[in-house]
Nanobody, 125 residues
Framework: QVQLVESGGGLVQAGGSLRLSCAAS????????MGWFRQAPGKEREFVGA????????YFADSVKGRFTISRDNAKNTVYLQMNSLKPEDTAVYYC??????????????????WGQGTQVTVSS
């Protein structure tokens, strides 16, 4: 019902920036909270940040707070993750995910119903 496609990953030097995009299908995007997660090799998938369905509220993990921002354009069915001051420890596959309609931001992986395929972000020192 909802398909998500991430893009914008790549190789960047430490201290640099990348912007990830997540394009969504369907007509319910404007009513769904969106989250970003990441998974490094050998590690569990972890919460990065999320944005409410209205786009008014955002929440971030402590590890990225002050460096990453999230925005959304509901007219374009797209959510963005702007990553600044990147560190080697940010290297991971990044996934976007969607909750059901009109549900609030949470950090639990299993609270999100739809997932993209992921995009690789590699930060070199």
């Amino acid at each position: 019902q909802v398909q998500l496609v991430e893009s914008g990953g790549g190789l960047v030097q430490a201290g640099g920036s990348l912007r990830l995009s997540c394009a969504a299908s369907g007509r319910t995007f404007g009513s769904q909270a969106m989250g970003w997660f990441r998974q490094a090799p050998g590690k569990e998938r972890e919460f990065v940040g999320a944005i409410s369905w209205r786009g008014i509220s955002t929440y971030f993990a402590d590890s990225v707070k002050g460096r990453f921002t999230i925005s959304r354009d509901n007219a374009k069915n797209t959510v963005y993750l702007q990553m600044n001051s990147l560190k080697p420890e940010d290297t991971a596959v990044y996934y976007c995910a969607a909750r059901g309609e009109h549900l609030p931001i949470v950090t639990m992986t299993n609270a999100y119903d739809y997932w993209g395929q992921g995009t690789q972000v590699t930060v070199s020192s």
